[in-house]
């Protein structure tokens, strides 16, 4: 369960979204614009944002960009436009999911808790440690190491080695990736993925030539396996 702060104006979706959260036994606090919003993160963090893009104060976008000015906390962009471009833009430019209206119940408590999960801030109690050879992923506590030793991961680095270290052993394609890690539609090939996953090999000693931990399967995605 966790607290969810929610900014949307329109109060016939906003008492719905309530009440769909509620139900499922989240604590929800509800304002309808986005300088209420801001205010109410530093006063008192929620655990996730759901953030409407049309709101009356400010613009989605000024909006998103000024939440992530003061915080890290998880924000899922809701959205009445149905447009893939703008959609990419916002979760680039720091929004961790995004849901198009209208969506049920059900499905926004799924998201929730999905993004509570990869975020590492999931409040349920399940095992979110992960050992593969000696690269060992705490996504409770966003601590990875490898042979002992704390490696200093970006976000996403962290995010995408967390999704595979949940999966040792098993290919895992770019598509999906780009979907479950970036929560972003697939529109074709793009440098997002390649970008840090360069990183990620050099932070990890290895490289795409001569990879110990990460190997790339030509043409289908990855897979993260301990050495020999
Ligand atoms: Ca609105």
Redesign the pocket.
């Known amino acids: 369960m966790a607290t969810v702060l929610l900014v949307?104006?329109?109060h016939v979706?906003r008492s719905a979204m309530l009440r769909a959260l509620t139900d499922r036994g989240h604590t929800v606090h509800a304002t309808a614009t986005a300088l209420d919003a801001l205010r109410r993160v530093v006063a008192d963090p929620p655990d996730l944002i759901v953030l409407?893009?049309?709101?009356?104060d400010l613009d989605g976008a000024d909006a998103l960009r000024m939440l992530r000015g003061i915080t890290d906390l998880p924000i899922i962009i809701a959205t009445?436009r149905d447009d893939e471009t703008e959609i990419v833009r916002l979760l680039r430019a720091g929004a961790d999911a995004y849901m198009v209206k209208p969506f049920t119940g059900p499905h926004l408590d799924a998201r929730v808790t999905s993004v509570l999960r990869r975020t590492g801030r999931a409040t349920r109690a399940e095992p979110t440690t992960h050992q593969v050879g000696q690269l060992r992923v705490d996504v409770g506590q966003r601590l990875a190491q490898l042979d002992g030793n704390a490696l200093e991961l970006t976000r996403k680095e962290f995010d995408l080695l967390a999704y595979l270290a949940a999966r040792p052993g098993q290919v895992v394609t770019r598509r999906e990736l780009l979907e479950e890690v970036w929560q972003q539609p697939w529109i074709g090939e793009d440098q997002t993925i390649d970008v840090h996953l360069y990183w990620l090999r050099r932070k990890l000693g290895e490289t795409a030539a001569d990879p110990r931990y990460l190997h790339t399967v030509r043409g289908v995605g990855l897979r993260l396996a301990a050495p020999g």
């Open positions: 949307e104006d329109d979706v409407d893009l049309g709101l009356p009445a």
